[in-house]
């Protein structure tokens, strides 16, 4: 129901500060590294939603990589998502026709999906999306599911006059291009609900990211500056005249450091301390750009590294006067990554809402896996192993078909029988082509 204030208040003409702002996914962290460091991730970003967080950082993502999370979101998140709206517009819930005990999008799901692509002479290309879904509102009876997505290009650049920097230090500038979505609700349902015979219950805008990130020697130390969603307006009523509604705009700008480089610089022979532990330390801060800009979010975040395989993250924020802290871990095997936070914590709330970000990194025709990585890998998601081996069709299928049914076991009750069979089958499918007890034709890449 928090759209339908927000429609309510387009009427009048009402502009928005950042938290009353239309596509509230836009200011949603995704991913589970960034989120156990409270959002922290404008200077050192690891996976392919570094793309949200600053253009230019794809940059430095030497190799192919894919991203991918989906998850249900906390009623807290539903909640304060809403309320957030209606206390800054001054509207209470029992205002609202209908007196919804609350005014968030019940059972709505974040997700994002990214592919970053490295090219040569110091370009990178993304592409990724995100958005909520599954959301449910209801009027007089009718129910209908109100979306918000966008799908983005993002494009960086490391020019060819950096350098002329110090040796060891690079540059990249990014951008990108937005494509951004709004459903409401049905055109029938707004003009009974207004009262009014102006068409509307969709938006639409273009939107644009602008990001820069300047690397130290070795890698030391890096400093990241975004700007977000210019330009960008949603106009939910289609009449001459109707006034629009802005979206999320903000600048993000953050300081890192990984200080145990400095060892590695000193080793006699060029010695790596980091292939073994590595800490890196980020720092950013977030200003709101509607309005009178002001700053909105300060965030730190550390990261703990053993072996390049096994990751522990805190994170540590204050936003709107109020503080908080986030934690989670990863954990990498070959090409693929698994990362976990308590996606709630970022938005201080003491419930929790556990989300799984899923990396997989090309590994290179030079590249092989361990057989235990395979077997290991593949008890998190049926199918992952099977990519390592080389059988990207079938693992992919696999993974795909294991997500879907993990998915279904956690949504309830509903046909959980037919889930955890599924999920059963899609687990000795997967084992049974790593151990070649069922043969198939092999889809490998050269």
Partial sequence: MKKFILVLLIAGGVEASLYDAGMWHL???????ATAMAGAFTAYAGDATASFYNPASISFLERRQFTAQNLRTSLFTEQLFGRLGAYYFGVSPDSVPGRPPWLGWEGMYHTFLGAVFPFRKGFSLAVWGSGFYKGT?????KVWHPHDYNISLTVSYRPFWRREFPAGMDFAVGATFKYLHSYVCPDDILKEF???????GSAWSPAFDLGFLIKGPADLVRGGLSLHNLFGRLKYLKGEGDTTVSIPRYIRYGLGARPLKLVDIRLPGGGLLTDFVDITVNYDRMRDLLESPHDIRESAGLELSLMRTFYLRWGRYRENGKTGSTRGMGLRIGPLSYDISDQAQIYYNTEHSYVVTVSLVDPGKA???RGWEKYLV???IPGTGNILEGDYLVGSALAIGGSLFYQGITEGEKLKLVNYAGLGVTYL??????LKVIKIPRFRRD
């Fill in 194 to 200: 207004l009262g009014v015979d102006t068409p509307g």
């Fill in 27 to 33: 200011f949603f962290y995704p991913g589970a590294r």
């Fill in 367 to 369: 590249s092989s896996a």
């Fill in 378 to 380: 593949n008890v998190l």
């Fill in 137 to 141: 509102m209801e009027f007089k009876g």
């Fill in 429 to 434: 499918l997967s084992y049974g082509i790593l």
